[in-house]
């Protein structure tokens, strides 16, 4: 695939996407994790990169979200989608969601919505969400023990890239093999010539050792996993709180994530604990039991009685203290006591088998001597063998679980991302509970919303007055202060918005056009100077070109300069949509005006206050049709004149 061609993708990043095992899959997928795991892309940019993908697929260019509001509207929607998430992934991955004009993304995302709001959303599902992230790789480590040989410079570069954590050296015959087995605990030979090589210490000869990461680096998976645990334990419960089917056994994946701590070292195996206990402790083992063997002595030259003959004394006295044939005369047995006991505590607490005990023989001088000293030398063997026979233990153990969890590796990345894409299924699961959602349905012209209830309102979505509001063409939206016009125009721009997404709509039913464009223009903040007026002007006037069939939702545009001026360029503007088969409301306050200035009829539906109730208004949300809903004024004119006798009321109210 040609990266390049996905709109956004310069060289510079189809490169970086290039280094990726898995780039379309991916781009397919809309995974954004396995995409921000290319060099130097950040998540929100692989969600763009992702979108990209997406549109170029379906022949979608984009155009869809017209203007700024219109993208704040999407950013709003987006954010309360995102809101229900449990993970950063899913996070991301609800930004591949936007507004499309084209019908088979409309129709992809339907679908997966549709699948998406049956699930069950579960809180013991939620939970174990939350403990689930995209897999990492964790930092390459060290194996200093073990090298990799060579005679091939060829080879030697393929071989240093495919084992980072390893030393590749490069032997020109069997005695440089032979030199590295005496630095190196393994080595393993890469070429067939050395097959049958004869030289002390571990050599292997493994012609195919770049097939063989799990014999030869076990290190790297064992570190994987312990990297990835609760990522992946947490997945793991997913799929069973869930009930989904696991891309791997369990059972398999909890039995080797169990058999190597947080550091990727071997747990759970008595003997390689036994025997790294042991290789610690010597040290201290050799010191008491030293120790032991001097108390024994000590007291047992106390309790002596020692007969001494003359020239022995005499040679005492003259050639210093030199009690060895003393004590060889008249303690032989009692050293050897206590050589014994010296040995049986080495043994007992380095809990050492037979066949490793050999060195201990040696641990103590065989001719008597007081006090006893232990050699050094063969405290370092003995040492050195239990290292051995536990570095080979390991190296055994860690090999057997490299291949049970080399088995695992691919699968758990689809038991992880299945987690994950879970949350992104729940997210637009609880969505459409929380506001009460079904799918719209697409045909006919303009919109129908039935019972639609605005998520974004600044009250509780329970307190939420229901909105039946059908508009075929171009209309105006008249009605009192805060009757919930600015409001209605959020709806509508929101039930759009979602339903081009291919996502349920917070409404009983809904009916629209596939509509090209959404431009939605917010009230401006008070009157503009001549300058920004006339750029706001020019903004318009693209308003009447583009799509035919876009949505256009304009609020209060007569804000934007005095009420007379405004009413004849809104009038032009709706001429202009009115021939053009758009779909257009504008609330404005000026439809008596601007119906003046229109040389069409423009109709005019209206949000109606049916009366003040302790001085509040009680307002019908739903917009009439074809009806110019009074204004807040003239309400509380009509209210003065039906309570007061002052006649001057009456006069005022004939004004409006
Ligand atoms: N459908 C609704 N259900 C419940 N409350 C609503 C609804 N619509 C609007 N409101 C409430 O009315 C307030 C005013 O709504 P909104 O700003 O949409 O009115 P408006 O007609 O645009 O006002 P103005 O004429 O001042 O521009 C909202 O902040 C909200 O509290």
Known sequence: MEFTAIPGVGEKTAASLARLDDAERALRDGDVAALARAPGLTAGRAAAIARGAIRKRHGDDGGFLATSHTRDLYEDVLGLLQARTETTYAEKRLETLFPSTAESRIEEVRAFASEAMAREVDDAVLDALSDVAPLKSPPTQRVRERCLATADAERYAETDEAYPELSVEIV????????????YSTVVVIDET???????GDVRVWPDALDRPADIVPERLLNFFAANRSRLLAAAEVHEAAGMDPACSLADLRDGLSRVDDDGELVGDDELTRLTNAVDDVSAAVSTAESVANDHLRDAIREQDVTIEGTDFLSLVEQGARVDSLLDRELADQYDDALAKAREHV?????????????VERLFPTDPTFPVEHR?????RLKTELGAARDQRAARLKAELATDLGDLREPVE???????ERDVELAVARF????ECVM??????????????SPLLDVDFADVDPVDYTVEGVTLLSGVNSGGKTSTLDLVGVV???????????????????????????????TLDAGAFEATLRDFADLTEGAENRLVLVDELESITEPGASAKIIAGILEELDGQDATAVFVSHLAGGIREAADFHVAVDGIEAVGLEDGQLVVNRSPVKDHLARSTPELIVEKLAGESGNAFYDRLLKKF
Not at 376 to 380: K, L, P, R
Not at 432 to 435: E, G, I
Not at 507 to 521: I, N, S
């Open 172 to 183: 020109e015959d069997g005695r440089d093999i032979a030199e590295l087995a005496r630095s």
């Open 194 to 200: 050395f097959a049958g090589i004869d030289v002390e």
């Open 347 to 359: 043994v007992d607490s380095l809990s050492l088998k037979s066949g490793e005990d050999g060195p």
């Open 376 to 380: 050094e030398d063969v405290a370092s």
């Open 414 to 420: 689809a038991l992880v991302r299945d987690a994950l």
């Open 432 to 435: 459409a509970r929380d506001f």
């Open 440 to 453: 719209p349905e697409f045909g006919g012209s303009g919109f129908a919303i039935e019972g639609g209830r």
């Open 496 to 526: 759009v918005l979602l339903a081009h997404m291919g996502l349920p709509v917070p409404a009983e039913r809904v009916r629209l056009e596939t509509f090209e464009e959404l431009h939605y223009y917010a009230k401006s903040q008070g």
